[in-house]
């Protein structure tokens, strides 16, 4: 493709290989208001970052909602909320959607 005015090469994306978003609100509503990026995408792998919850189960269900949607490989990791990363390692949560989120 060749740019209008001085006929230069332009290049542009022909695929998205990853696509991330996060949101570290608990509130749902604020999650999938994210995660709905990830659906309209058209990435091979979608990896949304969330916050760690008490009930991960109720948190994960409406992304799982969205992630039916998806034609790709789609990954929640629930991380500890950046106030509180500890010095060392932080504790990660990967889940894959398969029909169902599974815990990697």
């Known amino acids: 493709m060749l740019s209008a005015t001085n006929h230069q090469t332009l290049r542009h994306i022909t695929r998205a290989l990853w696509q991330i978003e996060s949101e570290f609100a608990v509130d749902t509503r604020e999650a999938i208001y994210d995660f709905n990026k990830l659906v309209l995408g058209s990435s091979e792998r979608k990896l949304f970052i969330g916050p760690q919850v008490a009930k991960e189960s109720d948190f994960l269900k409406p ?6 949607w998806c034609k790709s490989h789609t990954y929640v990791a629930l991380i500890p909320h950046p106030d509180r990363w500890p010095l060392g390692e932080p504790d990660v949560r990967l889940w894959k959607y398969e029909g169902e989120w599974r815990f990697e």
């Open 63 to 68: 992304l799982g909602e969205a992630a039916k």
